[in-house]
């Protein structure tokens, strides 16, 4: 159990989470690539360190803010962000702190390494993309054909 283990797991999805994160915290698109590294720095640093439904959504809101705060000129203030995540402001710096330390404050990042995640973020993106319009798709010829189907019998 770690500081950004909730008591239960919180009822919005994490996609919406994010979705959230992203249409309020007016984050660069670079924070979100730093964010993937440093949590994947924390797992790689920290091997008892899981991510689970009970912390995913702490865990990234820390991550954003600690990325936005590290790379963007203009961020906002953890009360707005803690706003934006649906948590105390309290807890919020708490949890701050902690991911600093799980860190061990490493928050550069390599160009090359920030480059490689850009790429892979990107390639995952399409693929999801490409499946979700190829299911779609599907939903559509279904749709077409049940139609002409019904339209035949009346």
């Not at 500081?3 to 959230?20: C, N, S, V």
């Not at 962000?81 to 404050?105: D, K, M, P, S």
């Not at 490689?116 to 190829?134: F, H, K, W």
Request: contains cysteine; proline residues 3%; hydrophobic residues 40%.
């Amino acid at each position: 159990m770690t500081k950004f283990d909730g008591l239960g797991p919180p009822e919005i999805e994490i996609r919406l989470y994010l979705d959230r994160i992203c249409r309020y915290a007016n984050c660069s698109n670079e924070c979100f690539i730093l964010a993937l590294i440093y949590v994947d720095r924390i797992i790689q640093r920290n091997p008892d360190f899981c991510i689970s439904s009970l912390n995913i959504h702490r865990l990234f809101i820390t991550s954003i803010m600690t990325a936005a705060k590290f790379f963007d000129d203009i961020y906002y203030n953890n009360a707005f962000y803690a706003r934006v995540g649906g948590l105390a402001v309290c807890e919020l710096n708490e949890l701050e702190i902690e991911f600093l330390f799980l860190l061990n404050f490493s928050l550069h990042t390599d160009p090359d390494e920030y480059e490689r995640y850009r790429v892979e973020l990107e390639s995952q993106a399409d693929e999801i993309a490409m499946n979700t319009g190829e299911i779609f798709h599907r939903i559509e010829t279904e749709i077409g054909m049940y139609t002409r189907q019904a339209l035949q019998f009346s």
